[in-house]
């Protein structure tokens, strides 16, 4: 089993999170990895991602810090502040790093809607940190999603013009986490794979096919109530919520066989639809995100 | 001799804060906070489903989610005319827990013991300053500590995830309660994590804080303020339990009384924001960016009540339900947020006992055509409200106030600075090259940036200049 990562599909939950943090574990033993570089940037958005990383369990937030990579620059959690904490982050680029960024790119007033500091008196604003980071970073990961496509910091009418990373950085490669928030075997989980073999194989919409290959519809323990035409009518019926508008048949993660915290439940599993968070195009392309009937005639939309 | 201390970012908080300081003779003469990230989350709400309400407010905060959650849950019963039953508040109110423990751990841990305890594990926890005085085997405890205590925080997102699907950003948490029924299995799965999480409370944390107490006891009188104390209330009003902890009050250095929420004021003064008063109550409040208005420096608007700022949080929680009268200060601010954690997992254990299985709280709701509601509630960091109104089955209207909006308020036009802003003046600073003060001060407020730079509303019905 030893370094195979991509899993046949009938492997357990947290299958992929444990052999990666084994083979990790082994391979730093052995010298056969050596720690990375990190930087960890939170644009505009609700700082919702880092909160999820802590929640990972296999590996933990303990042992990514301490055995996968060195984090150089963390606005939530690093004990610098104000210009000696962007000094580290200046300092950072000076060797090769990975960049995960969470949050979107503001670009209203030339991105004044987003500070992030101040760097020799003057603010620097997302943009124009991500553009500098993301020109001289060895990876790129858009974390969540606001990053990988703007998300609900760039919901209509969108007041800060948020827009996603790759807007920002056209010509530069990067693998997108999509999220609401991402799930943290997601990130550390690609994260372990850079570190380990490279970059992992993603789509061509260049998420990982590891977590993002099949739909929720297809994996859904509730699928058989979906062949049956059996639906749920309201919020907490044990049945199919794709009349409530489930976004679980245009959805590609692997929440019903990963599922969350401790991997103890998901949306669906607390009878409530799923609403797209981790497919392009969230919030408003997946909204409304709860209807009663959606078979209902729909009006000025 | 004065001079200006710039502090940006402030680390170690949710979202984005800037502190702009002058001192005198190392002393705190004048403080501006200022936040320093705009998304608009209350023009984006108009036109949306009222439903979608609870979801989307979320996304305003990734460390307290589920406080969006409850105050827009409560905000559309209070428009579409619905009592929950008491099993559906008691099953929302442990998700509720659920997230004060997660909120107060890791705020303690991971953004607060970094300002007191030289963490040496790893150099991403390098200081700015030297003033680090806990001897060494204390410090490394609570070194050790930082890390366990990450099990413990993420056990409470599991507890939470079990009734809420996931954390951040939940499901469970709607119109009615949630919408998951109680089992016997849910039920011991959270009283298990909860033991857990509330033995390392008792054995840890509290411990941990009454240490750092000890030795930076000046402290105790710094980072005080204006003493003016609010609470929506908090795990309150249960038609058979009565209260658990703190009903709607406030008070000041003269009185103490009951909560009307009619005494509230928005003021957008010193804010980027213009309108055509710069004074509104919260339903009726519309602004609109303006990050060139003369004299503003925040996103951050000025709530005041009965035209004063006041303090929300844990501290004037604990106060203000007669169960701590230590005095207010940073220190005290911090030892609330553990002493508060203790009682949360108390008031837990108390609403998991109710909990009767299998009860279906969730109903198919029907949209009216013209609404109001509102949904004020206490949250980790404090007062949070919630202003809606419907028209056409769509939000014609959203307002939100968040208790960093209470506590990292702007300035206004009767010369009141915000709280954490008075709570600055006067503090003396040892080495203005290296000031430790002025981010022990803020943090101990629990700042959550996020939450309280999220604004902007024009509401469809009133007419307004258009900016852009």
Redesign the interface.
Known sequence: MEGQILPPESLTNEAIAERLTSTALKSLKKRTIKKKNLIYLEL?????????L????NP???YT??SMV???F?????????????EKLMKAMDDEYILAVEGAV?LK?NG???????WQGK?LTGLQAAKMLGEKASHILAVGACATHG???A??????Q?VGLQMVLPDKKMIKLPG??VHPDWFLGTLAHLLLYGEPETDNLDRPLMFYSTLIHDRCPRRPFFDRGIFA?????KTCLFKLGCRGPVTRVDCPTRQ???H????I????PC?G?AQFGF?DAM??????DTTRVVKNE | MSKRIVINPLTRISGFMEIDVMIDQNQVVDVKTKGNLFRGFEQMLVGRSPFDAVYFTQRICGICSAAHSMASSRALEDALNIEPMEQGKYLRDIIHCCEFLQNHIRHFYQYTVPDYVKIEQNSLFQADHDDFRLPKSINDRISQHYFDSLKYSRLAHEMLAVLGGKAPHNHGVFIGGITTQATAEKVVHIDSILGKIARFIDEKMIPDVYDIARFYADYFRLGGGYGNLLTYGAFNHYKELGTLYVDPLVSTLESVEAFDESNIQEKIDYSYYKSITNSNQPNEEVTEPDMDKEKAYSWVKAPRYKGLPFEVGPLARLILSGTYNNGISAMDRTIARALEAKKISEVMKILLQQIIPGVDVQKKYELPELATGRGLVDTTRGALGHWLKIQDKKISFYQIITPSTWDFSTRDDNGFRGTAEEALVGTPIQNPDKPAEIGRILRSFDPCMSCATHVYSPGKQVKTIKVF
């Open positions: 505009n958005g609700c700082s919702g991602n880092i909160i999820s802590l929640n990972g369990q933990d937030f303990e810090l301490n060195d984090l150089k963390c606005n939530s959690l690093m004990a610098a502040e104000g210009e000696p904490a962007i503001a007033n004044l809607y987003n500070i992030i500091g101040s603010p998300g609900v910091s919901a209509k009418p969108n007041p800060s948020s609401c928030p009518e309201k919020l907490g019926d969350w915290n401790g103890v439940n998901w949306p599993g607390d009878n409530t609403i968070c919030p909204a409304p995100f709860i209807s009663y």
